[in-house]
């Protein structure tokens, strides 16, 4: 598998356009905070490409706790603190959860299903048992045993066992993986040490030192360093202030499940990544973290790299994100509004309780009602949707197609909706996603389990230059979109359902 950074670039000659922060704003320190990181570590005097992750996270100042597929990590001495703990153990059953509505969409149908969830079960409860003491414990001395120091019994070892192999090898998905738990996540349990472990990353990887040393990095709570996937337990603090930006916001502070919504959607990329390598469709991706995180907790409010909640007076700095769009020069961001309580995006009104119907429903009407009134030609009620700009009342709409080929050619909305853009498609996205997964064929028919799982294990097996497009329409036999209605195509019957207000 080639390294996130790599495979990224590839990814972006599909129907994505990279977009950019519009001006300057403050930095941090970089090279301050990634000495901090050496010194923390005792290499100071190191030199950049000298001191590799892997190596750091082999040694003592870290643990190693595998479940299924992941291997996960995070800091010995962080683990002596107790409400940091407490979010591991969190973290690490968000982990396990991810991994079983992971087969749940994948290999429902194998022989071993049913066995490997009575495995998952066993195993979630035993990791939501973890005490702080024994996790403080095992922080203390390297030398002891994991799974016995955390009260493992023989079944449990067992159930652990066959999870691994179940998940790492893939068979399921008509590949055959590494028996080892080599798909890495490391937490980083405060705002301080993920600003240092990203400007650590950016000054060691020196060829790919402007993809970490850059505005916005911030407010980033998730990154990757080569193979390794790193994720934030908290979330920056709003409104961000770069003389104290290491103060962090608890992720569970609006919902009770924030921590676990934030770890199962990103760990979910690790497990996409692991079985799929190189992807031409990251909108695929990120749906499918968005929609683990509601089928385990019935919601997903994650932050993404900002706040959720619409502007309310101030301002925060740019960020970049990824939208769809053919605009070969790219686009430009306006900085998004800081958190507010009062206010809350269209987008977010749910929370994705209803897989976000709701609110692209309301958008569609609202961006016909738009479309006519700046009169145009595409009468399809199916086609437009609202976007939001800086203020209350500055609206546009953005109209489909937003997948496939035909979506490389359509251009971006002007920079002041791209903010609340991006918001509207990655609703759009999960929404569409589910839909497939529960509806293309019709309500209740199981034959929409079946052809999502044969999804899934088409792209764990194709010809990497076979586009994802392609392998759509492989296994539905209707493209996955088109330029108009006119053409029976996968997207245009999810905008009928979006029409019919999900019925």
């Not at 031409?280 to 968005?290: K, P, Q, R, S």
């Not at 790299?305 to 101030?314: D, T």
Request: aromatic share 12%.
């Amino acid at each position: 598998m080639l390294p996130k950074l790599v495979t990224l670039a590839l990814a972006l000659t599909a129907s994505f356009t990279p977009v950019h922060a519009a001006e300057d704003p403050p930095e941090l320190d970089y090279a301050a905070f990634a000495a901090a990181f050496r010194e923390s570590h005792g290499a100071s005097n190191a030199t950049p490409g000298s001191l590799p992750l892997q190596g750091l996270l082999n040694s003592e100042a870290f643990r190693k706790f595998t479940l299924g597929a992941f291997d996960l990590r995070i800091s010995a001495e962080a683990l002596k603190d107790r409400a940091v703990a407490k979010n591991f153990v969190l973290a690490a059953t968000a982990s396990l959860d991810a991994q079983r509505h992971w087969i749940d969409w994948t290999a429902f149908d194998h022989e071993e299903y049913e066995s490997i969830c009575e495995d998952f079960d066993t195993l979630r409860k035993w990791v939501k048992g973890w005490s702080t003491s024994s996790l403080a414990t095992i922080a203390k001395f390297a030398d002891r045993d994991v799974m016995e120091s955390l009260g493992a019994k023989g079944s449990v070892v067992a159930a652990h066992e066959r999870v691994q192999r179940f998940m790492c090898r893939g068979e399921y998905l008509g590949i055959l993986r590494s028996d080892a738990p080599d798909t890495q996540i490391l937490f980083a349990p405060d705002r301080r040490s993920m600003l240092q472990l990203l400007c650590y990353t950016g000054w060691n990887l020196i060829d790919s030192r402007a993809n970490y040393w850059k505005p916005g990095i911030e407010k980033w709570t998730s990154f990757w360093n080569e193979e390794t996937q790193v994720i934030a337990l908290e979330y920056p603090q709003y409104p961000f202030d770069f003389k104290h930006a290491e103060r962090g916001a608890d992720m569970n502070e609006f919902e009770k499940t924030g921590l676990g919504q934030h770890v199962s959607e990103k760990v979910t990329t690790s497990l996409f990544w692991r079985y799929f390598g190189n992807n031409d469709a990251l909108f695929y991706e990120a749906a499918l973290g968005v929609n683990t995180a509601i089928s385990i907790y019935e919601q997903n409010n994650v932050r993404t790299g900002a706040p959720v909640f619409k502007n309310s007076g101030g301002s925060s700095d740019p960020f970049s994100v990824f939208v769809p769009g053919g605009n070969p020069s790219g686009g430009t961001l306006p900085a998004r509004g800081v958190i507010s309580i009062i206010t809350v995006p269209l987008w977010r009104e749910t929370k994705g309780e209803d897989n976000y119907v709701k609110p692209l429903g309301k958008a569609m009407k609202k961006g016909k009602k738009l479309a006519s009134k700046d009169r145009n030609p595409n009468k399809d009620a199916r086609v437009h949707f609202i976007v939001f700009g800086k203020k209350a009342n500055d609206t546009s709409y953005v109209s489909a197609p937003f997948f496939g080929p035909a979506a490389a050619e359509k251009e971006l909305p002007g920079d002041e909706y791209l903010v609340d853009y991006e918001e509207f498609f990655r609703a759009y996205s999960a929404s569409f996603f589910h839909w497939l997964r529960t509806r293309a064929v019709g309500k209740g028919d199981e034959q929409n389990a079946v052809l999502f799982a044969q999804l899934n294990k088409s792209l764990a097996t194709r010809d990497q230059s076979t586009p994802f497009h392609a392998v759509i329409e492989e296994v539905y036999g209707v493209p996955l979109s088109a330029a108009d209605g006119e053409t029976d195509s996968l997207e245009w019957r999810f905008l009928t359902f979006i029409s019919k207000g999900g019925r």
